[in-house]
């Protein structure tokens, strides 16, 4: 078996899929946790791959010692709401779940490529350096960032991380996360109002010295975020916990002039409050450092934002959105 990927179904397992069938691999596992979601589904519908498991069937596997053995493990599936409250549920559904199959690999010298992710660095304090030495200070802002902040710690605590690989993914978007909801993109969330009523709506800033629109973000397309995720698992000499950003900070307002430049109409922005459930959560800035990816080799290049927005439209929200 060439691969397993868990939550294939998923914004960035499903692009992994899409890059390994891309060179001729389809002997893959992919498993998820559909329930009946037919934006996820179609995710699949593209796809080829060997056999489909739902999340808990491969769970109860996993634990049996009765999986096949692929080359690499690309392990996306995790909950990824950052407003999840259930500190149980994302203990053992993101954590657990992960330490579970990373021992797994290691016990049979399966490679292991495992999504970490920004929200670790919280309220960015810190900064965004993805040095080892850093990893144990950092302090995310909800619980899905402790999550994979867990994780993170155990890979190191052990050892582990020196024969794994573990991806910070920044603001991942594109093709993929129709079925994400709320957690979408803001290119995804905002496409049908630019497109019909040459609008879109962003949060009014509410930190002194940061203008309306101007919080920003490293934005990150998923098909990059992929094609680095599969470098990964092409290179098993390479260990570690690395950043996955263009390592460009673009703002919110560069965001939509993308967008409304992609569907050819002129900007117009009006700012919303933000919400009172995300005062205190709000990354307000990220910006990836990435010369430890680079110096490991990786040299798989990061669209510009607008190019990025621009490929995205054209070939998905134009056709499906």
Not at 77 to 106: H, I
Not at 144 to 151: D, E
Not at 220 to 230: H, Q, R
Not at 252 to 270: I, Q, R, S, T
């Amino acid at each position: 078996m060439n691969a397993i990927v868990t939550g294939g179904a998923g914004l960035i397992g499903s692009n992994i899929a899409r890059v390994l069938n891309a060179r001729g691999e389809k002997d893959i596992l992919v498993v998820d946790h559909l329930r009946g979601d037919p934006d996820k589904k179609r995710n699949l519908d593209s796809l080829e791959f060997s056999d489909y498991r739902e999340r808990d069937e491969f769970r109860a596997a996993l634990r049996s010692g009765t999986l096949p053995v692929p080359k690499v493990v690309y392990h996306l599936g995790a909950c990824s709401s950052t407003t999840e409250t259930n500190e149980a549920f994302l203990d053992d559904n993101n954590t657990a779940f992960t330490r579970e199959l990373c021992q797994w690999c290691l016990e049979r010298g399966v490679r292991f490529v495992y999504a970490s992710s920004a929200a670790t660095y919280g309220d960015g304090s810190l900064g965004y350096s993805d040095d080892e030495a850093g990893i144990p200070a950092l302090r995310p802002l909800n619980l899905y960032g402790w999550s994979k902040q867990k994780f993170d710690l155990w890979a190191l605590e052990t050892g582990a991380v020196r024969q794994i690989a573990g991806l910070k993914y920044f603001n991942v978007f594109g093709p993929g996360e129709d079925h994400k909801g709320e957690m979408r993109s803001v290119v995804a969330k905002q496409f049908a109002s630019v497109r019909d009523s040459g609008r879109i709506s962003l949060f009014r800033s509410d930190r002194p010295g940061v203008a309306d629109g101007c919080q920003d973000r490293d934005f990150v397309y998923v098909k990059d975020a992929a094609a680095v995720t599969v470098w990964l698992g092409d290179h098993p000499e390479v260990g570690g916990i690395f950043n996955c950003g263009t390592g460009r900070a673009r703002t919110w307002l560069d965001l939509a002039n993308a967008l409304f430049a992609a569907l050819g109409k002129e900007p117009h922005v009006d700012f919303i409050d933000m919400p009172a459930k995300l005062k205190g959560k709000y990354q307000y800035h990220t910006q990836a450092e990435m010369a430890k990816l680079r110096a490991v080799g990786c040299d798989v290049p990061f669209r510009p934002l607008e190019e990025a927005v621009a490929d995205y439209v054209k070939t998905h929200l134009l056709r499906f959105g």
